[in-house]
Each structure stands twice: as structure tokens, then as C-alpha cells.
């Protein structure tokens, strides 16, 4: 589904690694591996959405993934960092609750989140390409 979605962008390129690893794929595997590969004067980031800030301790090594990808976050549709922050303050204390809103993107928000397209299957509207709600179709995917 993602070659289908990228197919007339330019640039784009696929990474499979994980696929190809098979088995648990954990995200600090890719991170090190992408970080073999690298120009080690090069900085890895990892994005992720304000749905996994609250959750990112209880990520399988973690801080081995802040030391390989400082994590960058997203900011999706109607998330609040300003609660989230809070509650990263209440729980982890102020450093941490500085050092996540350092990392917030000030980018324009998106709605659109892995749990949305599943939840919204029999309905994409604008936000899958048609290729793509065909092949999610032709595969009986999300049902």
C-alpha cells in the first residue's frame, strides 16, 4: 500500500528492513541498523505522534532509542501538548516535561493516525489515494 500511495512522488524510497527481518521487529533494531549505515556525524530523528508521548517509557529500550534518534514529535489535529505536557509533569517531573516540549514540531497538524484509517475503512473519503482504497478493498482489509 505505501508503493502505491508513493508511486508519483519523487524521492520516495521504501525501506523494508523490517519486513525483511521478520520475527518482533522492535523500533530500537531499525534505529541501530539505520544508524550502522549512517554517517555517524548525521543526526537520527525519530517522529512519532502526541499519542505515543505519554507511552514512550514503556517503550522496549528506550533510552537506548533517545541515544540513537532523539525523538521529534508530531502534533496531531486536536491534541493538546499543553495537557500532555502537564501530565508528563505530574508523572516524570519538570526536566522530562522540558525536554518532550523541545521536541514538539511546530508544524502544521494533521488528522490522520494509523487508528483513524482502520477505524474509517468502509469510508476513506480524502484520505487514502483510490489506488490504494482499491487494493484496501480487493484485500478485504480493515473488516
Do not use: K
Not at 62 to 85: F, T, Y
Not at 99 to 109: D, F, G, K, Y
Not at 118 to 138: H, P
Amino acid at each position: 500500500m505505501l508503493r502505491l500511495a508513493t508511486s508519483d512522488i519523487d524521492g520516495v524510497e521504501i525501506d523494508t528492513r523490517e519486513l525483511d527481518r521478520g520475527g518482533v521487529s522492535r523500533t530500537i533494531d531499525t534505529l541501530e541498523s539505520l544508524r550502522d549505515e549512517i554517517d555517524p556525524s548525521l543526526s537520527l530523528r525519530l517522529l512519532i505522534g502526541t499519542d505515543q508521548v505519554r507511552a514512550f517509557d514503556r517503550w522496549y529500550r528506550w533510552q537506548d532509542i533517545v541515544n540513537v534518534a532523539e525523538p521529534v514529535v508530531m502534533v496531531r489535529g486536536d491534541d493538546d501538548p499543553a495537557g500532555i505536557l502537564a501530565d508528563i509533569r505530574s508523572i516524570h517531573g519538570e526536566a522530562a516535561a522540558a525536554q518532550w516540549e523541545r521536541r514538539m514540531l511546530n508544524l502544521p497538524r494533521m488528522n490522520q493516525t494509523s487508528t483513524r484509517v482502520r477505524a474509517a475503512a468502509a469510508d476513506f473519503g480524502d484520505d487514502v489515494t483510490e489506488t490504494v482504497a482499491s487494493y484496501i478493498a480487493l484485500h478485504r482489509l480493515y473488516q
